[in-house]
């Protein structure tokens, strides 16, 4: 039981991603003691009881949303960068595929709170703290959060000039999936510290000794960045609005993808709880 619920908790990796080396939960921290069987949570309104519900899963995940649910009867949750639905009485939690089979689509996928959480998050990093590959003009931004090491990452990165060929600007953001602290996260700073970050990176994806560096540098901060806004596996790619469009994806089907939402009707504004 423990284990399906931290798997709900984490959400699924993408088959196109390197994933995320297991991290240690921090010092002081309580466990996470789920229940078995959970009675639905009393008192409060439906906001609180989904709070609470998600506090009796996990003590230490972090809720930072919780609206109206698309689907009847249940609150949208986010926590830990993830999409939850939890029942309004608190005893039932959905996270994975939702179909409206009368519109054609995934509501999981498809949440307009979940992508302003995330296009929030990804504002806060200004361009001087993120390693730039764009062409004149761009017609789409893109923020990849990155490891050098990761084989998918490097694939991405091999094909960096088909993507500014087609319009598509990259933005990386530092995430070392084997955690901080590892050789991962020290050889990233060095990246981030050089005094040309794009060569740097370059040469460290292909393969090239790292010159050891250190400087007052955002790679620690753009992976909590990245635990908060659900990244599990690298790359992790998201368009300026918010919307994970994968892992690694050929430039085509990468340009295909943004076509496709820049033709979507954008979702009336709405706030965040």
């Excluded at 990796?13 to 069987?37: E, R």
């Excluded at 919780?66 to 609150?75: D, I, K, T």
Aim: hydrophobic share 40%; charged share 20%.
């Amino acid at each position: 039981m423990t284990r399906l619920i931290t798997a709900a908790l984490l959400g699924a990796l993408s088959l196109s991603a390197c994933a995320q080396a297991p991290q240690a939960p921090a010092a002081g921290k309580p466990a996470a003691t789920p229940a078995v069987a959970a009675a639905p949570v009393k008192g409060g309104s439906a906001d609180e009881r989904a709070r609470n519900a998600i506090a009796r899963l996990n003590p230490n995940a972090k809720v930072e949303y919780v609206g109206a649910a698309p689907l009847p009867g249940f609150r949208e949750v986010i926590a830990g960068g993830q999409l939850l639905y939890v029942s309004d009485d608190g005893r039932y939690l959905m996270q994975g595929a939702v179909l409206d089979i009368q519109e054609e689509r995934d509501l999981m996928q498809t949440s307009p709170a979940l992508a302003r959480h995330r296009r929030d998050l990804l504002a806060s990093v200004p361009a001087s703290e993120r390693i730039v590959f764009a062409p004149p003009n761009a017609k789409y931004t893109v923020s990849v959060f990155t490891d050098i090491e990761c084989g998918y990452c490097r694939k991405l990165h091999s094909e960096i000039a088909d993507l500014n060929r087609l319009g598509i600007a990259v933005e990386y953001l530092a995430f070392p999936r084997m955690g901080l602290g590892s050789k991962d996260h020290k050889d990233m700073i060095s990246v981030w510290c050089a005094p040309d970050r794009k060569r740097a990176l370059t040469e460290a994806k292909s393969g090239q000794p790292i010159q050891s560096r250190d400087c007052k540098n955002p790679v620690t901060l753009e992976y909590d960045l990245g635990q908060r806004i659900g990244v599990n596996g690298t790359p992790a790619i998201y368009s300026a609005e918010g919307v994970q469009l994968g892992g690694y994806l050929p430039p085509e089907a990468l340009r295909a993808k943004l076509d496709e939402l820049a033709a979507q009707p954008k979702p009336a504004a709405a706030g965040m709880n």
